[in-house]
């Protein structure tokens, strides 16, 4: 059995292979069957049947069925629907042959879905020829007719549409099932309603605020003098209250001419579009929600095409370059008013130009305001791309920097000043800073030079009047004898003792070794001295290339800062053990390091401002020099740990710049 939507493509045939025959009299079988092979050709197979019982399963592969309703075995109506297939017609084309001209009676065969009512008494080859090839013609038609139908009531359904056909002079409407389903009346109703229940009569379909319209629009379709189109859209309440919107599109036909000209037929369809009025309404309240949130934006905001024609624009923008929107609007945002001159606008297109390309960039350029002043503007541009990452607008803002522009500028110069300041200042603390280097060093050579000529008039002066003195008490106590002798020998060992403390005196104030032979000679000689006086094992280790090259200021601070750091380990460290080295720098500096493993201390109770500490004091000292010198001093001492002294002495090239 064909599907009811599928449209078949068979040709009504021009003979007919296999007709069942249903016929309760035999005779009458006979006869009908003689005139269907002279009707139609010899070879045709008859499927003759006696009696209704066997009709639905004889069916199958026939061209036609041909009920003979002249006997009384058989009945047209109840045969017929038990033809019927899933279109509402019977699967093969059927005729009824009757005894009688009966036309209610035929007229209700046909409507069951026989394709002819023939009288028998008329019957004839070329009549009963001519009735089968029409009926066999009608029914592929009515089958396609039943299958378009079908598919456009699919249609219908799937896009919620309805149709209706208007009789005029019945003042009826015939709505589809569909149209039907829109409405909210039964889907089986009634074939026909009242003309009014369109424009909005009884039963009150069509809302009251918009009956008269629709009445109106529909009164104007059928004018004989006008084109016969309807359209319109309109509001109903259905039976459950619900409110609906539908649109409809019609025609009307008319009939007569000139003064008998009236209107005949209307045909139209009926699309529900209160989803669609709905989804307007949301977009429109989201369109004057975004125009609100746009208008109240700050910044300078539009909304362009890719070739930078202004679609929208914002009041803030507006308003900053005093224009109307239609001043604006459709134009070329680089060519809209206010920008300062044709460089603005050719940074502003070329801005736009690299947007459309699919770039976020930004710009400082000048626009003049509403009231002619030039003003600064932080312009951007931007892509907006849709779900397939196309881009279909540019979104540009500006805002406003003038003031902010203005105060960069000001924290830059201000920022120029003060550099410019710090560096005369710097300058002058460098020369200064060298100044005082250079000060301290002369102050140190000086200090040593003193040292020098002391210790000579010490060596030369002091010590030969006491060797002298001597010499004398010691004559005179040879010629005295007893008690007298005894006290001038005292005194020539009083003298003695003079004698060698000034000897002493002189070279700690200022080694001989040192001024000869240099740094490195003078902490070697330091050692065994150490020993001597205070019982301190010194291990000392210099390296090679640090046994000459160093500055007579460095060489004089450096071995008195050894001698200072030798005796605190004597006085505080606990120990009688230390170590000490010198190396070079890589700066043709020299590198002085005193250490010890005694109870050490914490430095930073060195040099917090506690120059009263017996310890501080020397170190203090010692930093205060070598800092002055260019120099450095470094500690690394903790309780119970030990201490590290690391003195730095500055390079020949530090003395050449500061000289």
């Known amino acids: 059995m064909p599907s009811p939507i ?46 209704a019982a066997k009709l639905a399963g004889a069916v199958a592969g026939v061209d036609a069925v041909i009920l003979d309703a002249s006997s009384s075995e058989v009945r047209p109506l109840e045969e017929l629907a038990k033809l019927e297939g899933e279109s509402g017609l019977p699967e093969v084309p059927v005729i009824v042959l009757t005894d009688s001209a009966d036309r209610d009676a035929a007229t209700d065969v046909l409507r069951a879905g026989a394709m002819d009512c023939v009288s028998k008494d008329w019957l004839s080859p070329a009549a009963l020829r001519h009735v089968l090839r029409s009926a066999v013609e009608r029914f592929q038609l009515m089958r396609e007719l039943s299958a378009e139908r079908a598919r456009l009531r699919l249609a219908a359904r799937a896009a919620r549409f309805g149709t209706y056909e208007i009789d005029f002079e019945r003042k009826i409407i015939r709505p589809s099932r569909e149209l039907r389903t829109i409405w909210g009346v039964e889907e089986h109703g009634p074939a026909a309603y009242p003309l009014q229940f369109l424009a909005g009569g009884p039963p009150d379909a069509v809302h009251a605020e918009d009956r008269r319209r629709t009445a109106e629009s529909l009164g104007a379709s059928a004018d004989p003098s006008g084109s016969g189109t309807y359209g319109d859209e309109y509001r109903i309440v259905r039976p459950d209250g619900r ?27 009926v699309l529900d579009v209160t989803e669609a009025r709905r989804s307007e309404r949301k977009v429109r309240r989201s369109e004057r929600f975004l125009r609100r949130v746009l208008n109240e934006l700050p910044s300078f905001t539009c909304v362009c095409e890719v070739n930078g024609t202004v679609l ?17 609007l459709g134009r070329d945002l680089a060519d809209a008013p206010g920008w300062a001159d044709d460089e603005a606008k050719h940074l502003v297109r070329d801005c736009l130009r690299r947007a459309a390309d699919g770039e976020w960039n930004r710009l400082r350029t000048a626009y003049r305001s509403g009231d002619g002043r030039l003003r600064v503007i932080d312009f951007q541009a931007a892509p907006m791309r849709n779900e397939r990452n196309e881009i279909t607008h540019l979104v540009t803002s500006g805002v406003d920097v003038t003031d902010q522009t203005r105060a960069e500028e000001a924290v830059v110069q201000a920022k120029e000043e003060l550099e410019r300041r710090v560096e005369r200042r710097t300058v002058e603390l460098r020369r200064r800073a060298d100044q005082l280097a250079h000060l301290t060093s002369e102050l140190t050579i000086a200090e040593q030079r003193e040292r020098r000529r002391l210790a000579d008039v010490l060596h030369e002066h002091l010590q030969q009047l006491l060797f002298a003195a001597r010499l004398q ?37 200022s080694p001989p070794v040192l001024h000869q032979f ?11 001295r150490e020993r001597e ?3 301190l094992e010194v291990r000392l280790e210099v390296a090679p290339d640090a046994r000459s090259g160093e500055r007579e200021d460095t060489r004089t601070l450096l071995f008195q800062a050894a001698s200072e750091l030798l005796f605190n380990v004597v006085k505080h460290s606990g120990v009688r053990e230390a170590e000490m080295t010198l190396n070079r720098t890589s700066a043709d500096g020299f590198v002085l390091t005193v250490s010890d493993r005694g109870k050490g201390f914490d430095p930073n109770s060195i040099f917090d ?19 002055q010198l260019g120099g450095t001093f470094e500690i690394a001492s903790h309780p119970d740990g030990g201490s590290t002294f690391r003195l730095v002495g500055p390079s020949a090239e530090m003395d050449a710049a500061s000289s």
């Open 473 to 509: 008490v010691s004559q005179v106590a040879r010629k005295f004898e007893g008690r007298s002798s005894d006290r001038l020998q005292e005194s020539a060992r009083t003298i003695e003792e003079a004698i060698e403390l000034c000897r002493t005196l002189a070279v700690d104030l």
């Open 6 to 51: 599928q449209k078949t493509s068979k040709a009504p045939p021009n003979r007919l292979d296999r007709v069942a025959l249903l016929s309760g009299d035999v005779n009458s079988r006979r006869e009908i069957r003689d005139l269907l092979l002279d009707a139609v050709q010899a070879n045709c197979h008859v499927i003759e049947l006696p009696d």
């Open 609 to 627: 401002n506690r120059a009263d500490e017996p310890l501080g004091t020397g170190l203090l000292a010692i930093r205060e020099r070598l800092t």
């Open 518 to 528: 240099g740094l490195a000679a003078g902490l070697e000689w330091l050692v065994p």
């Open 312 to 328: 929208e624009v914002n009041r803030s923008a507006l308003q900053a370059g005093g224009v109307d929107a239609e001043e604006v």
């Open 533 to 535: 006086r205070y019982g």
């Open 243 to 269: 409110e609906r919107w539908l649109l409809v599109r019609g025609r009307v036909t008319f009939r007569g001419r000139d003064a008998g000209r009236e209107a005949h037929r209307g045909y139209g369809v």
